[in-house]
């Protein structure tokens, strides 16, 4: 009878330590899947969203408004002489730009806007629920905050932005808020709402 017992325990101590070992392996599974996720959709060197993600969550954002009348606006984003700080700097410099941006515009946003690093120097934003209206208020507190930076590296950008309309879809919602970056730029101004 004790010879049971203690097969019974041995067989029980074996089985708890091959549990133990497929756990971790399969925490490191998990962590490998989260590490690979983060690849495909962050920027590397801002640690935000990239492109991809944002097209994705772009069409997701469409869809809900489609289905559920959900609003939202869009703001498409530059840094305001970013070659120059390139050229005259280098572009290690160039680098500490875009990540004190993407810190800048994470810090000064909410937590359900989805942040991206559109390429190069131009980022977007996807501001649920924000409807035209209340865009500009938005966009004049993020400029504030901009202009009453305490960094000795002040950076400026100008902002496009735009909201979903009926019939939209994801080209004509960029190409709408692009737009604007473009009219904000040529007319020198901070931002433009079309």
């Known amino acids: 009878m004790q010879n049971q017992v203690d097969n019974y325990v041995q067989f029980l101590s074996r089985l708890c330590s091959e549990f133990e070992k497929r756990h971790a392996n399969l925490n490191q599974y998990y962590a490998m899947v989260d590490n690979l996720i ?3 959709y962050k920027d590397h060197l801002t640690k935000l969203y990239n492109r991809r993600y944002f097209e994705d ?3 997701k954002e469409i869809c809900r408004f489609e289905r559920y009348g959900h609003i939202f606006s869009l703001c498409m984003l530059d840094i305001d002489g970013f070659k120059q700080i390139n050229d005259t700097y280098g572009h290690l410099k160039g680098d500490e730009v875009l990540k004190r941006f993407a ?3 994470t810090n000064n ?3 359900s806007d989805i942040i991206c690093r559109w390429g190069g120097d131009e980022f977007a934003v996807i501001l649920p629920h924000t409807s035209f209206n209340k865009i500009e208020a938005y966009i004049k507190k993020f400029v504030y905050a901009l202009k009453t930076q305490t960094d000795s590296l002040l950076i400026h950008a100008t902002i496009g932005a735009t909201s979903i309309r009926l019939n939209d879809n994801k080209e004509s919602l960029i190409e709408r808020a692009d737009e604007a970056l473009y009219i904000a730029k040529k007319e020198k101004k901070t931002y433009y709402v079309i």
Do not use: E
């Open 38 to 40: 983060d690849m495909a």
């Open 57 to 59: 969550a772009l069409n």
């Open 103 to 105: 810190t800048f515009l």
């Open 109 to 111: 946003s909410r937590t």
